[in-house]
């Protein structure tokens, strides 16, 4: 009967031990006016946030799969995108938002900006690649009406 809520416990303590890492990880690249505050006055915000993340982690998942997933994903995140941790600071992101954020949110600005970049390049190309397609297949079809167009369209008509 006891074991399993000292197991749960050490579980959850452990999340909060890894989620304070990342944090601190994070804590090294914020702005140095955010650094003094968590390195002054503040010093104990960041196991007040890691155990604020991991309770609404246990909220949402309640130790399911879905719990260790979310935990590793948000552990790798978020030490490398400190701007995760300065808007859970200023309290433009809750930490109930947080842990439902997808791989894809949870990434740094940086990171976005180059999957957007990829992704709109793979579908100009794929676009390309579909319109040289169709062209080809009407050539095929229809040669000699395609090349007597591209003679009147050469000549002006």
């Known amino acids: 009967g006891e074991a399993a809520p000292r197991a749960a416990g050490g579980r959850r303590g452990h999340s909060r031990s890894l989620l304070e890492r990342a944090l601190r990880t994070a804590s090294a690249s914020l702005g140095s006016g955010e650094q003094e505050a968590l390195a002054g006055p503040w010093a104990g915000v960041v196991p007040a ?20 997933k979310q935990l590793r994903l948000l552990c790798a995140n978020i030490g490398r995108n400190p701007s995760l941790l300065s ?10 938002r947080l842990v439902r954020m997808a791989q894809h949110e949870l990434a740094p600005d940086d990171l976005k900006e180059m999957r957007a970049v990829a992704r709109q390049r793979s579908f100009d190309q794929a676009v390309a690649q579909r319109a040289g397609e169709e062209e080809r297949r009407f050539v095929s079809r229809n040669g000699s009406m395609v090349e007597l167009e591209r003679e009147r369209g050469e000549d002006g008509e």
């Not at 993340?53 to 719990?67: I, K, N, P, T």
């Not at 808007?87 to 109930?96: D, H, M, P, Y």
């Open 49 to 68: 946030v890691s155990a604020a993340v991991e309770a609404a982690l246990h909220e949402e998942h309640e130790e399911g799969s879905g719990y260790g």
């Open 87 to 96: 808007k859970l600071l200023s309290g433009e992101l809750s930490t109930a």
